[in-house]
């Protein structure tokens, strides 16, 4: 099945900086990659995803890239926020099926 | 718009008791549903998915199990808790392959003690 390895697990950047978040998946047929983002205490929320057929998805402050060949993609945050901080998902999904396989987490910190 | 609701928000119950877990989604119709597990500072595990009343689909094999008696709601259930059975279960929904977008409920957060 699905292997969704994330990197790194704990993240602490200052205030104002970029940070990125790597993730690594298995299967080639996976065509879905979506993004969340856990404060503590609350349930995941969606941020950013990225298809297959797209190298690069931005929204403000947040991009994804992809990289199929390698089979990684990446979330990255420039000027960085206290608010940011939280747990961020990666995850993938496999054509024709509906289930997302999800990465370990990365805890980030935003030092004011 | 979709909302999605589960309870109880938060559950205490003692090794070997029973346990029911509900979740319904409101503005929808025939949603993908499922249940995800996710203990203490830990990643997300999937359950159970299902995609109509009747249809479920097990990931993982351990003494909980699931229910779509509606087309909008989805149940968790065991039989006897174990103690490794406490974490933050979440209900997710998605509308079907061609929109992947994939969203949680509010969770509930069971302590077996």
């Known amino acids: 099945g699905e292997n969704v390895e994330q990197h790194p697990s704990t993240l602490s950047v200052q205030e104002g900086d970029s940070a990125v978040i790597k993730c690594t998946y298995s299967?080639?047929?996976?065509?879905?990659f979506p993004w969340y983002k856990q404060e503590l205490g609350k349930r995941p929320q969606l941020i950013i995803d990225?298809?297959?057929?797209?190298g690069e998805k931005k929204d403000q402050r947040i991009a994804v890239t992809l990289n199929k060949t390698a089979k990684h993609f990446s979330l990255h945050i420039t000027e960085t926020q206290p608010e940011d901080s939280a747990v961020y998902f990666c995850?993938?999904?496999?054509?024709?099926?509906?289930?997302?396989?999800f990465g370990s987490g990365t805890r980030l910190q935003v030092q004011p | 718009s979709q909302t999605i609701h589960q309870w109880p928000a938060t559950l205490v119950q003692p090794v070997g008791s029973p346990l029911s877990l509900e979740c319904t989604v409101e503005?929808?119709?025939?949603?993908?549903l499922y249940w995800y597990r996710q203990a203490a500072g830990r990643g997300l595990q999937l359950l159970f998915y299902?995609?109509?009343?009747?249809?479920i689909s097990s990931e993982v094999p351990q003494n909980l199990s699931a229910s779509r008696p509606q087309d909008r709601q989805f149940i968790l259930s065991s039989k006897k808790l174990l103690l490794s059975d406490s974490g933050f279960y979440l209900c997710a929904w998605s509308v079907d392959t061609g929109t992947p977008e994939q969203y949680f409920g509010p969770g509930t957060r069971l302590t077996v003690t």
């Open positions: 995850a993938a999904r496999r054509t024709g099926r509906r289930a997302l396989t």
């Open positions: 990225i298809r297959s057929n797209v």
């Open positions: 503005g929808t119709s025939n949603p993908n």
């Open positions: 299902s995609v109509g009343i009747g249809q």
């Open positions: 299967d080639s047929a996976s065509n879905y």
